[in-house]
């Protein structure tokens, strides 16, 4: 891998953003580029640094693909509409669905979300704009993870020999991939960008498809959608790297109102570490576990089970699919 790493104790969060302002505005000339805005902080921040560079020429996309937070979309129009950033909101729920349809192994989910992306989506997007850039906020972990066989990143494609202006007709540009998610952060909030996002857990580009194991249908992306909910409300006040919830792929046994039944497991994850390359699980109080196992079991249909995950990064990995 011949990217060089900025490493946090190296970084000066200014001087990286006149560097990649000019190299954004040098690349693209007098052209137009588009953006791809999750809400994340990686992506948020290179929606900044795209803005800051390029003003109007920049067209600023959300897809929603029917596989993020609840209320994600549109919240996130809304924020960075306060920030002088237009985003168009691009409804390809239908597209996502048909794409991850009967699939079960995660590489071939991920390739399926990075296909539909990149291809089905933003392909007809780019063209239909005129644009020959896109710009994306891939970081240093996405590619050194995807390189290495470790999980395949959705947004990871020039590092893995993919000519992007072949196969998809732009040019992909990564203002932060020198970055690891620390270093995104401290680069994001000294562009302005609130706490809500600069500090906000990391979440993957393909969103609740990496936490269900298993078919990714609506039902099971509203099941754990819910219970993703209820977990960042209650860990939201922890110091941890990142909290997630995981549903599993069968059903167990469980109880209710004195009846067998068979219900959904759902797995909760969080995480204390600083690059996303090694973590430790979050050791938390029990009385919050007994917590967020009573919410979950009664505040989303169908789950009967919960477990907390207690294996550290490596062997384990911070997202389960």
Known sequence: MDIQEIALTRLKPKAFIREQVESIRRTVGDGT????LSGGVDSAAVTMLGHLALGPR????????GIMRAGEPRAIVSLFKRLGVRVELVDAK???????????????????????????VFGPLVRESGA?????????TDVE??????????NVLTQLGIDTEKVYGYQVLEPVIQLRKTGVRVVARALGLPRSIYARPPFPGPALAT???????????????AATKIVESVLSKTRAFQYL???????????RKGKREFG????????DSTDAVTGRPTRLAWSTLETLARRITTGVPGVVSVTYNIARKPPSTIEAV
């Open 33 to 36: 580029a588009v953006v791809a």
């Open 58 to 65: 920049l067209t600023t996309y959300f897809v929603e693909n």
């Open 94 to 120: 239908a597209q996502f669905f048909d794409a991850l349809a009967g699939l079960t192994d995660p590489e071939q989910k991920r390739e399926a979300v990075t296909q539909t992306f990149y291809k089905t």
């Open 132 to 140: 020959r850039f896109l710009l994306q906020g891939t970081n240093y």
């Open 145 to 154: 993870e995807t390189v290495a066989g470790i999980k395949r990143q959705h």
């Open 211 to 225: 936490r269900i194991i298993g078919e990714v249908t609506p039902e099971r992306v509203e099941i754990v959608r």
């Open 245 to 255: 919830a995981i549903l599993h792929g069968d059903r167990v046994t469980g109880i």
């Open 264 to 271: 959904y497991q759902v797995e909760v994850r969080c995480w």
